[in-house]
């Protein structure tokens, strides 16, 4: 893409990354001997961030690759009132039968995965893509990329080649 425009937005949620295991998988070996807990298995919460960034090889007739209003309008329902202040839940999670039928009062956000950053960026990158092929925007805009942060110090992009 020739121009690129990023938004960035602000929710706070809470979560579980039940499939958490420290011990075992690709990163096992770069630990050393002492077996540490899986912290992430635990409910807690982030200040995330997410990072919109969407291109085109040419700039619309106002000489913009799309508004920053209209990506923000793209994604206000989802951020501003489905994600913010809830608990984001893979229905795939053993705890999630116990949530829904004695935490139901709360303000679940319930997902087909486990809700890792990586997980939330693709799935927020694929919710703006199909907005954009609704919308028709897709032969002229693309998304390029979504920048989930879950801390200052940890991101995860997803972006498609």
């Known amino acids: 893409m020739r121009y690129e425009i990023t938004k960035r937005f602000k929710f706070e949620a809470g979560h579980r ?6 011990i075992s998988g690709k990163g096992a070996k770069l630990m050393g001997k002492e077996v540490p807990p899986n912290p ?12 919109v960034t969407v291109g085109s090889d040419k700039l619309n007739e106002q000489e913009m690759v799309i508004d920053f209003y209209h990506i923000k309008a793209a994604l206000k329902d989802l951020i501003d009132n489905q994600i913010d202040h809830s608990f984001i839940i893979d229905r795939n999670d053993p705890l999630y039968p116990t949530f829904k039928e004695h935490f139901g009062f709360l303000k679940l956000f319930v997902v087909d995965f486990c809700p890792t950053a990586e997980a939330l960026a693709k799935f927020i990158y694929d919710f703006l893509k199909g907005k954009l092929e609704e919308a028709e925007l897709l032969d002229d805009i693309k998304v390029v990329s979504v920048t989930v942060w879950e801390t200052e110090t940890g991101k995860a992009v997803y972006k498609e080649e």
Request: hydrophobic share 35%; glycine share 6%.
């Open 40 to 51: 992430c298995l635990n409910i807690h919460g982030h200040s995330y961030k997410v990072e």
């Open 17 to 22: 990354v039940w499939k958490q295991n420290l």
